[in-house]
């Protein structure tokens, strides 16, 4: 089994700064891509920022410049840096990881909770 736990979710003003993390824990063996999702009510998920166990990284046009993503590999973690946050930056935020378990010999992808970010204008 995996878990995957968010936190640092909360309210903020426009222009203001919020960084989530993301802690996986369970039967892990690797972790290879790991990714931040989000979604707005009546919106479909999307993809807000990827990055490769490698430390390359991928972000939606909307937040590039704004947001940053790391991993911390060896606490099998991943964070996500908000800055210049905007209104419609507001919704539920995920983490997804693709996880080599014990028993798995493919990567699988495990999603957490989600945790809301709520960005006042």
């Known amino acids: 089994q995996v878990q995957l736990v968010e936190s640092g979710g909360g309210l903020v003003q426009a222009g203001g700064s919020l960084s989530l993390s993301c802690a996986a824990s369970?039967?892990?063996?690797?972790?290879?891509?790991m990714v931040w999702y989000r979604q707005a009510p009546g919106k479909q998920r999307e993809l807000v920022a990827a990055?490769?166990?490698?430390?390359?990284?991928n972000y939606a046009d909307s937040v590039k410049g704004r947001f940053t993503i790391s991993r911390d590999n060896a606490k099998n973690m991943v964070y996500l840096h908000m800055n210049s946050l905007k209104p419609e930056d507001t919704a539920v935020y995920y983490c997804?990881?693709?996880?080599?378990?014990?028993?798995?010999?493919?990567?699988?992808?495990?999603w957490g909770q989600g945790t809301q970010v709520t960005v006042s204008s």
């Open positions: 997804r990881a693709e996880c080599f378990t014990i028993l798995a010999p493919v990567p699988r992808p495990y």
């Open positions: 369970g039967s892990i063996f690797a972790i290879t891509d």
């Open positions: 990055i490769t166990s490698g430390g390359s990284t």
